[in-house]
């Protein structure tokens, strides 16, 4: 009898920590990764510059930051519609005619979008390009299948330079 109980007791020991484990894993593995691409309402994004930019290239940092403590969305690819105006209200076109594209044809990995893991952009131009306009915002579609638009405060006293710039996937901050 005391074998019977023995081998009983094993058996639910055993059969408690296996469903132990699959609720452990089971919670994990539906956190991440997200399927659901990012909205506006999902980010609070803001631009400051780069102080560690490449020799010959100026670089602005597009930060993404998880809007709510249940954030847990996708982004992935480059912003596009990035234009640069004053944000006076008075004009929806890029007040400074620079064209912005892509800076690679490799596709990125998606990044998941969570409280506590940030992504991130850059806004690259040639530091040595003379200046050509002092935006104050900057409007771009969000790096998702959503592409939601953004209008960002622009950082003050940093002009845009020469007539181009290239934006970056987004990456893991």
């Not at 530091?127 to 935006?135: D, E, G, I, R, Y």
Request: glycine letters at 10%; charged letters at 10%; hydrophobic letters at 35%.
């Amino acid at each position: 009898m005391k074998t019977t109980l023995k081998t009983l007791a094993s058996v639910a020991i055993a059969g408690g920590l296996a469903a132990g484990a699959l609720l452990l894993t089971g919670g994990a593995a539906s956190a991440n990764p997200s399927d659901t691409p990012c909205t506006a309402g999902d980010v609070r994004v803001s631009v400051t510059p780069d102080p560690e930019g490449a020799a010959g290239q100026e670089a602005f940092v597009i930060h993404y930051v998880a809007a709510s403590p249940t954030t847990n969305c996708r982004l992935e690819g480059t912003p596009t519609a990035v234009t640069f105006t004053k944000g006076n209200g008075h004009s929806e076109s890029d007040g400074s005619g620079t064209v912005v594209t892509p800076d690679s044809t490799q596709p990125a990995p998606p990044v998941n979008l969570q409280p506590g893991h940030p992504a991130e952009s850059r806004i690259l131009q040639a530091s040595a390009a003379p200046a050509t306009f002092q935006p104050n915002v900057v409007n771009l579609n969000l790096p998702s299948r959503h592409g939601d638009s953004v209008t960002v405060g622009w950082p003050t006293g940093y002009p845009l330079k020469g007539t181009t710039a290239e934006v970056t996937a987004v990456s893991a901050s």
